[in-house]
């Protein structure tokens, strides 16, 4: 590799980790905002979840056109104009006159903005990045959704406003959206040039790229792809409705106390952050494949441990079961131009991150009927059997994943 090209590449390697960061640094903020939010318009708590569901619903629709937008924009500007728009819509909370507005705004936020950075950022990473690099920018992500709570902690507890907290993150994601500027170039490779895997096992190894993509139906009809979306569904709806319903589950249903139940909730996603970080030393000598198809048996083990009522060690099976979770979105990812095809993989991965949206939503509401009508021990089940669900589903994409895509 050519001097020149190096710096190039290790300059995108530190953008990429800059802007995973930036991408969860908003996604967490609002939980934590909410109670003085709602005081300063006079609302109900279960308003929380309106922002939520148009944010999501966005960030589907935004998912399934991620690989035109690609196409249309590039990776370069679409990260740059995605992050300003992002950091215009979280300025516009802190300045937001009326709840309507902050509903508004949750469109082009999560939708747009956050939906088409998730998108690009995962196919040129799977395209581009080891997959050590994978773990470690969704570790970045992990960070970054880590640091927005705090921040806004930290105004809070200052005697400030949420709408400071908002101007903040705000402040610190347009700085990000200029740093991206002068580098939008730089995603794009000149067509003689191949993209190249940084710190590839093995020594650097090109790409092919030079194929013409294909269009959005064509990728629809291929049922990798559909077994791809179908695994992402159930393991982001796995990991959502363990960290949102543990707290509940832990005090109501097996006696423990809101201390000891916070802090097991907070090591549960302690586990996520440090799987990403830890296995990102051993995915390249294990396998991406293997770690992955070893990942969803622990995620099975570890549900099926939490699920019964009164094993003693079923909360300490918590924290594991992130830790088993941590490898597979990233792993994920990186299988996918390998799986689907360099041509159908910005299609794919915009589908994938609207079918993780979809899981998110899903999964944790089908836990939540099942409590009300079985008992909240259902919950541990529910979670249990969508590992099961995900292991079948999994094993059946390995199954094909060595066929021609």
């Not at 770690?291 to 003693?312: D, N, Q, S, W």
């Not at 079918?355 to 919950?379: Q, W, Y």
Request: aromatic letters at 10%; glycine letters at 12%.
């Amino acid at each position: 590799m050519k001097p020149s090209t190096s710096r190039s590449s290790a300059t995108l390697l530190a953008l990429a980790y800059l802007a995973f960061i930036s991408l969860g640094l908003p996604d967490a903020v609002l939980g934590v905002a909410w109670p003085s939010m709602r005081g300063s318009f006079g609302l109900p708590h279960a308003l929380l979840g309106l922002p939520l569901a148009v944010a999501a619903t966005a960030y589907f629709i935004s998912g399934m056109l991620a690989g035109r937008l690609m196409q249309w924009l590039g990776i370069g500007r679409l990260l740059a104009g995605s992050t300003a728009l992002v950091a215009v819509c979280v300025l516009g909370y802190a300045a937001s006159p009326s709840f309507v507005l902050i509903v508004v705004l949750a469109a082009p936020l999560g939708g747009f903005g956050s939906g088409a950075i998730d998108a690009a950022l995962n196919t040129y990473a799977a395209r581009n990045f080891s997959p050590k690099h994978m773990s470690w920018l969704h570790a970045a992500y992990a960070a970054g959704a880590m640091s927005g709570p705090v921040v806004m902690t930290a105004v809070l507890s200052g005697g400030a406003s949420w709408r400071v907290g908002y101007a903040v993150v705000g402040c610190i994601l347009a700085a990000l959206a200029l740093a991206f500027v002068p580098a939008r170039r730089l995603w794009e490779a000149e067509p003689s040039t191949p993209h190249v895997v940084v710190d590839a096992p093995g020594g650097v190894g090109p790409l092919p790229l030079d194929e013409p993509p294909v269009g959005t139906l064509s990728a629809l009809r291929s049922g990798r792809v559909w077994l791809q979306v179908a695994v992402f569904f159930f393991y982001t709806g796995i990991e959502v409705a363990a960290g949102q319903w543990s707290y509940t589950l832990l005090t109501e249903e097996r006696g423990l106390g809101g201390t000891a139940a916070g802090t097991w909730v907070a090591a549960y996603w302690g586990g996520l952050l440090a799987g990403r970080l830890v296995l990102g030393f051993a995915v390249e000598r294990v396998g991406q494949a293997v770690m992955v198809r070893v990942a969803t048996l622990g995620v099975l083990i570890f549900a099926v441990l939490f699920a019964i009522p009164g094993l003693k060690v079923g909360v300490a099976a918590l924290p594991l079961l992130s830790f088993a979770l941590a490898s597979i979105y990233p792993g994920l990812m990186a299988e996918t131009p390998r799986r689907v095809g360099e041509r159908m993989a910005p299609h794919a991965v915009g589908f994938q991150v609207s079918a993780a949206t979809l899981g998110v939503a899903v999964v944790p509401s089908v836990a939540g009927l099942m409590s009300e009508r079985f008992g909240l021990s259902a919950i541990g089940w529910v979670i249990a059997c969508s590992a099961l669900v995900l292991v079948v589903l999994h094993e059946w994409l390995v199954a094909v994943a060595d066929r021609p895509a």
